[in-house]
């Protein structure tokens, strides 16, 4: 059962365009979710997250939004660069002493920027 | 100010060896977390320990995985009679506690079972 679904595997965009990459989650229970980036043979890096209380969380080039009622949240990159190529993970957590910062991953999108 | 250390970051086993990983987790921080990543696939949640607890397994295979998160020293996971769909890369994540939305995650251990 994936709770959370990354359907596009890979995504192309060239340098400077937007880079926008979604995530589709089933589970109601999720009130935290993040995106982390990961490069080859390296563990995954934080890159930005958001509350369920929030529609929309900014940090320089990238924007999270969420729409809660379709269970969907998007990462946008702006503008992209060569250094953002790399596969992006979308990760869900949900409230609970036994959850602790236990996070639920989606597949992943590997975003290429082309110079 | 170390990051979640992970070793070793390469580990070949032959078909029904023992396999042990190690993580130490970020300074203050008492909460780790294991994933595993199989070829061509997201993280999948393991387990989830505090110091001398186990606190939510359910993401662990019933049978030759076990892990641990001593008093003193790393949590280890520890895979024994490894067979080759054991094969893959290892994650481990470290919090400060309940209520600590993000996690840290180390460079991984990668596992090859021949």
């Known amino acids: 059962d994936q709770q959370v679904k990354q359907n596009s595997p890979s995504l192309s965009v060239q340098e400077g365009r937007i880079s926008i990459l979604n995530c589709d989650y089933t589970?109601?229970?999720?009130?935290?979710f993040l995106w982390y980036k990961k490069y080859p043979a390296e563990g995954p890096t934080f890159l930005i997250s958001?509350?369920?209380?929030?529609d929309k969380n900014e940090d320089g080039r990238f924007t999270v939004f969420l729409n809660k009622s379709a269970k969907h949240l998007s990462l946008h990159i702006v503008p992209s660069q060569p250094g953002d190529s790399a596969v992006y993970f979308c990760?869900?957590?949900?409230?609970?002493?036994?959850?602790?910062?236990?996070?639920?991953f989606g597949e992943g999108t590997q975003l290429t920027v082309n110079p | 100010n170390a990051g979640v250390m992970q070793n070793p970051r390469h580990l070949v086993r032959r078909r029904g060896q023992e396999a042990r990983l190690r993580c130490s987790p970020m300074?203050?921080?008492?909460?780790v977390y294991w994933y595993r990543q199989l070829p061509e696939e997201g993280l999948k949640f393991m387990v989830y320990?505090?110091?001398?607890?186990?606190?939510?397994e359910s993401g662990m295979p019933k049978e030759r995985f076990s892990a641990e998160f001593p008093k003193e020293g790393p949590s280890i996971l520890r895979i024994q009679q490894v067979v080759r769909g054991d094969s893959a890369a290892y994650f481990c994540?470290?919090?400060?506690?309940?209520?600590?939305?993000?996690?840290?995650f180390g460079q991984g251990t990668r596992l090859t079972v021949v």
């Open positions: 994540a470290s919090s400060r506690g309940v209520g600590d939305t993000e996690a840290f």
């Open positions: 589970n109601s229970m999720f009130d935290y």
């Open positions: 958001i509350s369920s209380i929030k």
């Open positions: 990760a869900a957590s949900a409230p609970g002493e036994t959850s602790g910062s236990r996070l639920t």
């Open positions: 300074k203050g921080h008492s909460h």
């Open positions: 320990l505090q110091k001398e607890n186990i606190i939510d």
